[in-house]
């Protein structure tokens, strides 16, 4: 059954209104009471400029990256339209199975863009040789896991194809960059990778990153005027080293609760990068939401079969 997501909405409203109002729209901090006490308060007078911000994200994600290689943005879409301005008259391939934000942002601001399948499930990720650009959200929504294999070998081919050609990564819900293909890419120069620090750590504060060899694209960002929340990003990102690893032990505390009282068998998780959506795909998303937990048909996302359930929603519902 194809699900809409205004029919979802309107088979469930009190679900949008428990709390949680999107699956791709969670501050996992804040879900599991992380609270960072700088969010509103201790960064006023404070003198950080941009490149503070870029020198200690290096240092506080471990990454062995010249920090005037990164650009500040106000937050991953901010980023992404940027990107599409800068390769506006290339020709984009957008992910058809992620959040419709993509192409609504690809009509208004490509005039040449077609769709491409993301899903890790899918026999093949055939690319259209005429683009020139491609959006790849990673790790895979609504999944979060790594791209097989074959994925990555097909879009390996595609690049080295022409070296022309460009990957944009967007990596908002990257917790880490210990992902071993994350951690590649960022040294390729065709490779554009956007990283947020709002999601999974800071919403709604906006803030994010952009991992780019091009002097020009990085000095659109930089020219901008002064970004006024910069110093409530700098305090945020200097508290994330005191509780990532417990967000993560949340995560899978999380997972294990889920499997234990999920009547449908869960995915294995991923140790190093742990998520909290995953995919059933022969499960009953009614049955699903009936026995408490947060699930959504898969359909939304553009996806043809089984649902999509959070593990969050069974921890709340348990801890409840």
Same mark, same amino acid.
């Given at each position: 059954m194809n699900v809409t997501y205004r029919e979802y909405q309107a088979a469930r409203p009190e679900w949008l209104t428990s709390g949680v109002r999107d699956f791709g729209n969670?501050?996992?901090?804040?879900?599991?009471?992380?609270?960072?006490?700088?969010?509103t308060s201790g960064h006023r007078g404070m003198n950080v400029?941009?490149?503070?911000?870029?020198?200690?994200?290096?240092r506080v994600f471990g990454l062995a990256t010249d920090?005037?290689?990164?650009?500040v943005a106000?937050?991953?879409? %901010?980023? !992404?339209?940027? *990107?599409?301005?800068?390769w506006r008259t290339r020709r984009w391939a957008i992910p058809a199975d992620q959040y419709p934000w993509?192409?609504?942002?690809?009509?208004?601001?490509?005039?040449?863009?077609?769709?491409?399948?993301?899903?890790?499930?899918?026999?093949?990720?055939?690319l259209d040789e005429r683009a020139e650009v491609v959006l790849l959200c990673y790790p895979l929504k609504?999944?979060?896991?790594?791209?097989?294999?074959?994925m990555e070998q097909s879009l390996d081919r595609w690049l080295s194809a022409d070296l022309s050609r460009h990957l944009v990564v967007d990596a908002a819900y990257a917790v880490s960059f210990d992902d071993p293909w994350l951690s590649r890419v960022r040294t390729n120069e065709q490779i554009v990778v956007t990283h947020s620090l709002s999601k999974p750590f800071a919403a709604p504060l906006r803030a994010g990153f952009v991992?780019?060899?091009? %002097?020009? !694209?990085?000095? *659109?960002?930089?020219?901008?005027?002064?970004?006024p929340l910069v110093e409530q990003a700098y305090v945020v990102l200097n508290q994330i080293p005191h509780v990532k690893d417990e967000l993560a032990d949340r995560l899978r505390s999380a997972y294990e609760g889920a499997a234990a009282e999920s009547p449908w068998p869960l995915p294995p998780l991923d140790p190093v990068n742990p998520s909290y959506l995953f995919h059933l795909p022969d499960a009953d998303w009614h049955e699903l939401y009936d026995a408490g937990f947060l699930t959504i048909p898969a359909s939304v996302y553009g996806i043809h079969s089984g649902v999509v359930v959070s593990t969050l929603g069974a921890e709340r519902r348990m801890s409840g």
């Open positions: 969670l501050d996992l901090y804040g879900w599991f009471d992380l609270h960072v006490p700088a969010r400029h941009r490149c503070h911000l870029a020198e200690d994200y290096t920090p005037r290689r990164l650009a106000e937050g991953v879409r %901010d980023a !992404l339209g940027v *990107l599409m301005d800068y993509y192409a609504r942002a690809a009509e208004e601001r490509l005039g040449d863009w077609t769709p491409w399948t993301t899903n890790p499930h899918a026999s093949s990720w055939s609504p999944f979060g896991v790594p791209m097989p294999a074959s991992h780019t060899h091009h %002097d020009d !694209l990085r000095e *659109l960002f930089t020219s901008r005027e002064r970004w």
